[in-house]
Nanobody
């Protein structure tokens, strides 16, 4: 089983990025998926979550209205669309299957002011 994040990079404040989390294995379609992030020197924190069917979503207050989580079960991929990025969004972003406890290796997002 693998979760592989991609799409991170360097962006100016106010810009956008879309992260992807590609899953291998048959677990994906039955599992809710989450995004977490960890900034330098800080603990990992919850960002967003989506139900297995994609009908329900949940966001941290700090990203609500700016980030959108989605998924394509036909492609075994989850996404995090990040708009209006701020320097405080700088972190390594991880995808997670909370049902099975799987984590990806993370992708770095750096937002410059």
């Amino acid at each position: 089983v693998q979760l592989v994040e991609s799409g991170g990079g360097l962006v100016q404040a106010g810009g956008s990025l879309r992260l992807s989390c590609a899953a291998s294995g048959s677990f994906f379609r039955s599992s809710p998926m989450s995004w977490y992030r960890q900034a330098p020197g800080k603990q990992r924190e919850f960002v967003a979550a989506i139900s297995a069917a994609g009908s329900n979503t949940n966001y941290a207050d700090s990203v609500k209205g700016r980030f959108t989580i989605s998924r394509d079960n036909a492609k075994n991929t989850a996404y995090l669309q990040m708009n209006s990025l701020k320097p405080e969004d700088t972190a390594v972003y991880y995808c997670n299957s909370p049902l099975y406890g799987y984590w990806g290796q993370g992708t770095l997002v750096t937002v410059s002011s």
